[in-house]
């Protein structure tokens, strides 16, 4: 399949939005039965999430190519004058689209390993060595590409209405790829878990520090510039899903400090789930009013309406986590079906959308 027309490196949020899709219906059949549409679900948009990454990354990496001229380094200016004109050095700074690559792989990866165990009757024991160097060079993608951008994004002078929002997507990528190396840690042996654990431990606290300084530009950038305009506004709601992957990555921690011998009372799970539900509740009501907004003022579709798939599916994700955490309540159980179905109508919508603009080019 060919994407006709000018790429834009957004559509690969297409992937990271199937591959979510994916983890939401296995992990709603983690807590309940896994019935057959749960099983379908999650199978069906593992599939999808592979195609579509491997659909958009060559155009991915020509759109790359054509755009990271003197990319890659480290461009500190050395005079006044310099400075002002170093942005012009590196055109590619916090473009959401080139952090979308190693997020929606890192996606598909989290989600091979929920849903292939599940799906095929694999133990994940007997591939999480496999898995292991797979990961690696997820991290070599977060790492090499986050670092570079935000080197290029903090170098030089920049005017705080100009600040990138596509720094949003930096905490989500961070978080993704440190969950499985804490899951990975309890499973290897020897120097391989150690290297699992300090990478995976390392990449969330960076992705804690990324989110709050990325939160102060942005907040700053809000009262000071006004609201993004509708191109760039949904990009903000990438930051919403990293609540929940935080939340997974610390409760993965935790079962680490156990799987070690030490004792961890199980009311720390549940008041880590009840913080991490209230938040996601709460974003996940805001991007809700924004994609609400967009629909009744009928703004025209960009590949940025990907990111409206995130925060809903890191609610349905969060209210099953909530439903097996805190208590098997029912209202946890329908927002998390809820919040599901409504997030695969919303993906089909933008999807269909987006293949119309793709015709009509």
């Known amino acids: 399949m060919k994407l006709p027309g000018k790429y834009h490196p957004l559509y690969m949020l297409s992937a990271l939005g199937s591959g979510g899709l994916s983890v939401a219906f296995w992990k709603l059949g983690n807590v309940t039965a896994p019935s057959t549409w749960i099983l379908f679900g999650q199978s069906f948009f593992l599939v999808l999430a592979s195609i579509l990454f491997l659909v958009n990354l060559p155009p991915w990496w020509r759109t790359f190519k054509a755009n990271s001229e003197n990319f890659f380094g480290l461009h500190l200016p050395h005079s006044e004058g310099e400075a002002l004109n170093a942005r012009k050095r590196a055109p590619v700074t916090a473009a959401t689209g080139w952090m979308a690559l190693p997020a929606a792989y890192v996606m598909l990866l989290n989600a091979s390993f929920a849903v292939v165990p599940t799906v095929l009757k694999v133990d994940l024991q007997s591939i999480v060595f496999w898995g292991f160097w797979a990961w690696i060079l997820a991290v070599l993608l977060v790492g090499g590409l986050g670092l570079q951008i935000m080197l290029n994004s903090f170098a030089t002078p920049m005017e705080i209405s100009e600040f990138h929002l596509g720094l949003f997507l930096q905490p989500l990528a961070y978080g993704l790829v440190a969950i499985p190396g804490v899951r990975m840690a309890a499973m290897l042996p020897g120097p391989y878990a150690d290297t699992a654990l300090i990478i995976g431990v390392t990449l969330g606290a960076l992705g804690t520090a990324i989110a709050a300084l990325v939160t102060t530009f942005a907040v700053l950038r809000f009262l000071t510039a006004g ?97 097996q955490q805190i208590g098997p309540h029912p209202v946890f159980l329908w927002s998390a079906i809820g919040a599901l179905l409504f997030t695969v109508a919303i993906y089909f919508s933008i999807g269909y959308r987006t293949l119309m603009v793709l015709r009509a080019r």
């Open 227 to 323: 609201l993004p305009s509708p191109e760039a506004a949904p990009t903000t709601l990438l930051m919403m899903p990293a609540i929940s992957v935080y939340t997974i990555l610390t409760l993965f921690a935790l079962h680490y400090v156990m799987h070690q011998g030490a004792e961890v009372h199980r009311v720390w799970f549940k008041m880590i789930t009840a913080i991490g539900w209230g938040m996601m509740a709460a974003t996940t009501l805001v991007g809700l009013l924004i994609l609400v907004d967009y629909f009744r003022h009928h703004v025209p579709l960009t590949p940025s309406w990907w990111a409206f798939v995130c925060p809903f599916v890191a609610f349905s994700v969060m209210n099953s986590l909530a439903y």
